[in-house]
């Protein structure tokens, strides 16, 4: 076995261990590579979060149900290829349009929409840790908003989250 399919099944081993009785987390593997082991998942959050804000009234929005999809890369793992997390705007298994999630630490305009920033690379330590703390994202029990290193991923959500959740308890 080669060393990274040796690092795909402990990711794996590791995820299972994690998730498999968490009730608000559903995993599932969504492709295999030509070993057999999972090197794309998607994961299923069901929590109550902020999906966007009302243009005018600058309120906030909620979804109760989020998707992730991670994937990894060929050359993972590497300094120089991380895994993707990215939240999708479609249900792959219905392709009806979902929310997702309105995050600092989540991108939520433009071409990189839903792509996830874990602001914590020196202590990542597999991807069960990532899930879990996206999680906390989507709990808010964890956000990045003010603008310093590591930036927000999106600022627009960060300032947001500075001039109106905080101040009118949203967050």
Request: net charge negative.
């Amino acid at each position: 076995m080669t060393g990274r399919d040796r690092r795909l099944a402990y990711e794996y081993g590791e995820l299972v261990k994690r998730l498999e009785h968490h009730p608000e987390i559903r995993l599932v593997v969504e492709h295999r590579n030509a070993n057999g082991l999972p090197n794309r998942y998607l994961v299923w959050y069901s929590v109550r979060s902020i999906a966007g804000i009302d243009e005018q009234t600058a309120k906030p929005f909620y979804a109760d149900r989020f998707v992730m999809r991670i994937d990894i890369p060929s050359d993972y793992p590497s300094v120089d290829a991380p895994a993707v997390f990215r939240f999708l705007t479609e249900d792959p298994e219905t392709h009806v349009k979902i929310a997702h999630p309105w995050h600092p630490n989540i991108r939520y305009y433009g071409d990189l929409a839903g792509r996830v920033c874990l602001n914590a690379f020196d202590s990542f330590t597999n991807l069960a840790w990532g899930v879990l703390r996206v999680w906390e994202y989507l709990r808010y029990e964890r956000y990045h908003a003010v603008n310093e290193p590591p930036y927000p991923e999106d600022q627009r959500v960060a300032a947001w989250v500075i001039r109106v959740a905080e101040p009118n308890g949203y967050i």
